[in-house]
């Protein structure tokens, strides 16, 4: 099945570090999600974007939907341990009846 | 208030047998959807139930069938058991009626594993 690329795959980093990554698609999409995945649980949904160009803020995370509609990126300032773990994009073309495709995950690991 | 919560944790079968997955959704939700999770890979998508009816599918056999009820809980059924059908599989639940939000709220998963 379709899924978006995230890159990096993975990453280590030093605690209080700045982190980046980025979702890239060959489809256009309405909506960009980016959801936290602990081992032994589900994703957990972190930042939603509606609207191309958008910027949106939660906590220490920034997240924006691009301008060609085919990619986003997320934002972690001044990582933390908890911070630990895999972070999936994804996509959705329509409304809430439209299939959501994740991307391959970036697994963090945060050094103390 | 509750959130996603799905039975059983773990699960194991062997090739050939069916399987029957369980998702109760967060509390005031109608939509459930289930994805299926391989070893490091991100989840792709089965399919989504809304108002007791198959309202989207992915690229899934038919050997995957699901059904909801009308309290909206859901099942996830697999015939015919392969090995490629051993993953964590995941449901979401979202609530769509009247243009609510349609964020999707995860459980916890089921572990399947084929032998």
């Known amino acids: 099945g379709q899924q978006l690329n995230q890159s990096p795959q993975s990453m280590f980093i030093q605690e209080g570090e700045d982190v980046s990554m980025n979702c890239t698609s060959s489809s256009i999409f309405n909506t960009w999600l980016w959801y936290k995945q602990d081992p032994g649980e589900g994703p957990v949904l972190l930042i939603a974007?509606?609207?191309?160009?958008e910027l949106t803020s939660n906590g220490r995370l920034t997240a924006q939907f691009g301008i060609t509609r085919k990619d986003s990126f997320l934002n972690i300032s001044a990582s933390i341990p908890s911070d630990v773990g895999i972070y999936f994009c994804a996509g959705r073309s329509g409304g809430g009846y439209q299939k959501v495709t994740f991307g391959t995950g970036t697994k963090l690991q945060v050094i103390p | 208030d509750a959130g996603v919560t799905q039975s059983p944790t773990h699960l194991i079968k062997t090739r050939g047998q069916q399987v029957t997955l369980r998702c109760s959704p967060k509390s005031g939700h109608d939509t459930v959807s289930w994805y299926q999770q391989a070893l490091g890979q991100g989840p792709q998508f089965i399919f989504q139930?809304?108002?007791?009816?198959?309202?989207q599918r992915g690229n899934f056999p038919d050997r995957f069938s699901g059904h909801q009820f009308p309290n909206y809980s859901s099942e996830l059924n697999v015939n015919a058991l392969l090995l490629g059908d051993s993953a964590l599989y995941l449901c979401?639940?979202?609530?769509?009626?009247?243009?609510?939000?349609?964020?999707?709220?995860f459980g916890p998963g089921t572990r399947l594993t084929v032998l």
């Open positions: 974007l509606y609207k191309a160009g």
């Open positions: 979401a639940s979202s609530f769509l009626a009247g243009g609510g939000t349609d964020t999707q709220y």
């Open positions: 139930y809304y108002e007791e009816e198959e309202r």
